[in-house]
T-cell receptor
Framework: KAGVTQTPRYLIKTRGQQVTLSCSPI?????VSWYQQTPGQGLQFLFE???????NKGNFPGRFSGRQFSNSRSEMNVSTLELGDSALYLC??????????????FGEGSRLTVL | GDSVTQMEGPVTLSEEAFLTINCTYT??????LFWYVQYPGEGLQLLLK?????DKGSNKGFEATYRKETTSFHLEKGSVQVSDSAVYFC?????????????FGSGTKLNVKP
């Protein structure tokens, strides 16, 4: 069973640019969550999508957005990049049904460097 | 709201030493509890989990017991190896009343010296 796949793995952008990251969840998983990981802030929750709808959202500015497609694949977009957006962006999938006690399955992440 | 607090690191141990990483939680309802591990340059991997009070999760020599009376889920290993060097995250999955949201601790870096 293939795991969670994130692309690209590494990317370098300059301030003011925008970036789109992609995540393919495990087959059959309907929930996709995104996290930002930085050395100083740890794991910060960005948002969660379930069946193409945003179900939960963290405390990030509107420059951070996401969406989920009918095949459960998800993308997140960051516009007008700032130096502080440099981080490892992790995607995680789960089956996602209500009352689910299951775990999150993480991808290896997309490491974004903003110059 | 729901939250997880874990001990700050880094924790440095010699090989074969005993490991404890403390984790306590605050939650409404009956959360599920998890330990994840992150090796350098990788994403997070599930290490073990427990879904109800008094459950013990175990994997690769690591253990943690879901203690509702003390709201704790401490990670233990009797004899650590150099290969256990990683960052460990305690997490909870909230109840249906909290939309099953996940909450992660800040992570504890473990360094094991030969």
């Amino acid at each position: 069973k293939a795991g969670v796949t994130q692309t690209p793995r590494y990317l370098i952008k300059t301030r003011g640019q925008q970036v789109t990251l992609s995540c393919s969840p495990i087959s059959g998983h309907r929930s996709v969550s995104w996290y930002q990981q930085t050395p100083g802030q740890g794991l910060q929750f960005l948002f969660e999508y379930f069946s193409e709808t945003q179900r939960n959202k963290g405390n990030f500015p509107g420059r951070f957005s996401g969406r989920q497609f009918s095949n459960s694949r998800s993308e997140m977009n960051v516009s007008t990049l700032e130096l502080g957006d440099s981080a490892l962006y992790l995607c995680a999938s789960s089956f996602g049904a209500s009352a689910n006690t299951g775990e999150l399955f993480f991808g290896e992440g997309s490491r974004l460097t903003v110059l | 709201g729901d939250s997880v607090t874990q001990m700050e690191g880094p924790v440095t141990l010699s090989e074969e030493a005993f490991l404890t990483i403390n984790c306590t939680y605050t939650a409404t309802g009956y959360p599920s509890l998890f330990w994840y591990v992150q090796y350098p340059g990788e994403g997070l991997q599930l290490l073990l989990k427990a879904t109800k009070a008094d459950d013990k999760g175990s994997n690769k020599g690591f253990e943690a017991t879901y203690r509702k009376e003390t709201t704790s889920f401490h990670l233990e290993k009797g004899s650590v190896q150099v290969s256990d060097s990683a960052v460990y995250f305690c997490a909870l999955r909230g109840s249906i009343y909290n939309f099953n949201k996940f909450y992660f601790g800040s992570g504890t870096k473990l360094n094991v010296k030969p």
